[in-house]
C-alpha cells in the first residue's frame, strides 16, 4: 500500500489532479470580462449562468440593485483525495470544497491592488475579524492572528494566500485577487480525513498542501480585453468525460461534435 510520511505521522499517497487519467470536471464562466476555469467533480453544484457583470455602488459590487454578498460560483463539490487504487483503503479521504467570488469591500479587505504580500496578509486578516464571532471561543477553533500564520504561493502569476481555519482547524482557505476589486474564495474542508473533534494532526497541513497547489495551478484567471472569443476557454460545465457531454452558455445541450476544438471541450 502506498504512503506518504508526515511529521511522525503516516498519511496515503495523495491523488494528483494534473496526472489523473480519469479527469476532473471543468466550470468556465466569465466575470466583468475575466474568464475563469475551474476544476471541479462531476457532481459539483455550479451556477446555471455562466456570465456575470458587476457595477460598482456605494456599499459593494452587485449582480443587480437587489443583490450584495458573495456570487457563489460552486457551492458544492467533492474532491476524493487519494488515487483509484487507494480509495477502498481510505474512503473518508474526501476534501468538500466551495469557490466563491467576493467584493473585497463588503469583507473589510482592501479595496485596491494588492501591491504586496504585506497587502494580502493584511486583507486576509481582516477577513477574518470581519467573519469572527463570539461563539469562536469554542474548543478547538483556530484562525490566523498574524501574517507569519499563513503561506503565499505564486501559481499561474497569480499569488495566493494559504491558511488553515475553523473548528479543529478543518478548513482550509485560498484566496486570491480577480481584479482590484474582487477576490476568488476557495474553501477546503478536510475534516473527515481524521477523527472527529480532534484538531488537526500533527504534519497533515504539509501533506495536504501538494493537492491544494496542484488544485491552484489548474485554475485559469484570464483577462478578455482583447482576446479572440475562438483562443478563450468555451463558457460552461464540462464533466470529466467531456465527449459525452458538451454544454453551451445558456446550459444547453450541445448537439454537434466539438472534438477538434483547440480546448478539447
Request: include cysteine.
Amino acid at each position: 500500500m502506498n504512503l506518504g510520511s508526515g511529521k511522525g505521522k503516516q498519511f496515503p499517497v495523495l491523488r494528483s489532479l494534473s496526472e489523473d487519467p480519469q479527469g476532473f470536471a471543468v466550470y468556465v464562466c466569465e466575470i466583468s470580462g475575466i474568464r475563469c476555469v475551474f476544476p471541479c467533480n462531476d457532481g459539483a453544484r455550479t451556477k446555471p449562468r455562466f456570465q456575470f457583470n458587476f457595477v460598482k455602488n456605494d456599499n459593494a459590487l452587485v449582480e443587480n440593485p437587489s443583490y450584495s454578498g458573495e456570487l457563489q460560483l460552486i457551492p458544492e463539490g467533492k474532491f476524493v483525495l487519494v488515487p483509484s487504487e487507494l480509495k477502498k483503503a481510505y474512503p473518508n479521504w474526501l476534501g468538500d470544497f466551495s469557490v466563491d467570488v467576493w467584493a473585497k469591500s463588503e469583507i473589510s479587505m482592501i479595496d485596491r491592488t494588492w501591491a504586496s504580500e504585506a497587502d494580502m496578509a493584511t486583507s486576509v486578516l481582516s477577513h477574518y475579524d470581519y467573519y469572527e464571532r463570539p461563539h469562536h471561543i469554542e474548543r478547538g477553533y483556530h484562525r490566523p492572528r498574524s501574517a507569519s500564520e499563513m503561506d503565499y504561493v505564486v501559481i499561474n502569476s497569480h499569488r495566493w494566500c494559504i491558511s488553515v481555519s475553523g473548528r479543529y482547524m478543518d478548513r482550509f482557505l485560498l484566496i486570491t485577487e480577480l481584479n482590484e476589486r474582487l477576490i476568488i474564495k476557495v474553501v477546503f474542508d478536510v475534516a473527515s480525513c481524521w477523527p472527529a473533534d480532534t484538531l488537526l494532526p500533527e504534519g497533515l497541513k504539509d501533506h495536504l498542501m501538494p493537492f491544494f497547489l496542484d488544485y491552484l495551478s489548474l485554475i485559469q484567471i484570464i483577462p478578455t480585453d482583447g482576446v479572440p472569443e475562438s483562443e478563450l476557454p468555451p463558457l460552461g460545465f464540462y464533466p470529466s468525460k467531456r465527449e459525452e457531454k458538451e454544454i453551451d452558455s445558456e446550459g444547453k445541450t450541445v448537439v454537434e461534435d466539438t472534438s477538434s476544438s483547440e480546448w478539447g471541450w
